[in-house]
């Protein structure tokens, strides 16, 4: 079993910055890819960014390329995502998953191809 824990997450104001973290219990953490999705109110979950087992290989959703980055501490058991000039669309519950495949080369951003998730952190931009 894998137990993932987000925090972070909270209120800032468009423009600012948020730096989410997501915590992995569990001996192999530095063998899997890891991922960050987002859902807002009455919407499907959606890929924001994702790291390979390495750090070598990293994705980005369009809607956060340039504003948004991954990276991970496989010393620590943990991955991050560093938000810069939020954005009001930004207001999302964050999540981060494992990948299923261990050692996957690259990065997926399928939500089918992560199998365990934390309990999601709640980032809120105002204007």
């Known amino acids: 079993q894998v137990q993932l824990v987000e925090s972070g997450g909270g209120l800032a104001q468009a423009g600012g910055s948020l730096r989410l973290s997501c915590a992995a219990s569990g001996r192999t953490f530095g063998s899997y890819a890891m991922g960050w999705f987002r859902q807002a109110p009455g919407k499907e979950r959606e890929f924001v960014s994702a790291i390979n087992w390495s750090g070598g290989s990293t994705a980005y959703a369009d809607s956060v390329k340039g504003r948004f980055t991954i990276s991970r501490d496989n010393a620590k058991n943990t991955v991050y995502l560093e938000m810069a000039t939020l954005k009001l669309e930004d207001t999302a519950v964050y999540y981060c998953?494992?990948?299923?495949?261990?050692?996957?080369?690259?990065?997926?951003?399928?939500?089918?191809?992560?199998?365990?998730w934390g309990q999601g952190t709640q980032v809120t931009v105002s204007s």
């Open positions: 998953a494992k990948d299923r495949f261990a050692t996957r080369l690259g990065v997926t951003q399928r939500v089918q191809d992560y199998d365990y």
